[in-house]
Nanobody, 125 residues
Framework: QLQFVESGGGSVHAGGSLRLSCAAS????????IHWFRQAPGKAREGVLC????????DLLDSVKGRFAISRDNAKNTVYLQMSDLKPEDTAVYYC??????????????????WGKGTLVTVVT
């Protein structure tokens, strides 16, 4: 059974950190680019960061530059989103989604091959 599961969300104070994980089962992430998206209440889903199959990264959202980082561990079939200096405006449901090989500069969530159900991040003051 193919599964793509995000974890690591929760409630954190502004200025804090969280690490989200995106774990795949039933297929290998080796040849996929993994995009992290987020959707805040009442807003459209937006791309955050992407890491391609060669571990190149693509910034998709200016507001998280220098605060968020993406990495992957193919041996664990997992991709991570390290979030630091979190702000209330980072509050959202975070999703990961897989697309073969390359990151998209303007990704469309539903054009991805696989996606998870999301994990909620709440940043409180």
């Amino acid at each position: 059974q193919l599964q793509f599961v995000e974890s690591g969300g929760g409630s954190v104070h502004a200025g804090g950190s969280l690490r989200l994980s995106c774990a795949a089962s039933g297929f290998s992430l080796d040849y996929y680019a993994i995009h992290w998206f987020r959707q805040a209440p009442g807003k459209a889903r937006e791309g955050v960061l992407c890491i391609d199959s060669g571990e190149g990264t693509t910034d998709l959202l200016d507001s998280v530059k220098g605060r968020f980082a993406i990495s992957r561990d193919n041996a664990k079939n997992t991709v991570y989103l390290q979030m630091s200096d979190l702000k209330p405006e980072d509050t959202a449901v975070y999703y990961c989604a897989a697309q073969q090989y390359y990151c998209s500069a303007h990704p469309n969530f539903y054009d991805m091959n696989y996606w998870g159900k999301g994990t909620l991040v709440t940043v409180v003051t």
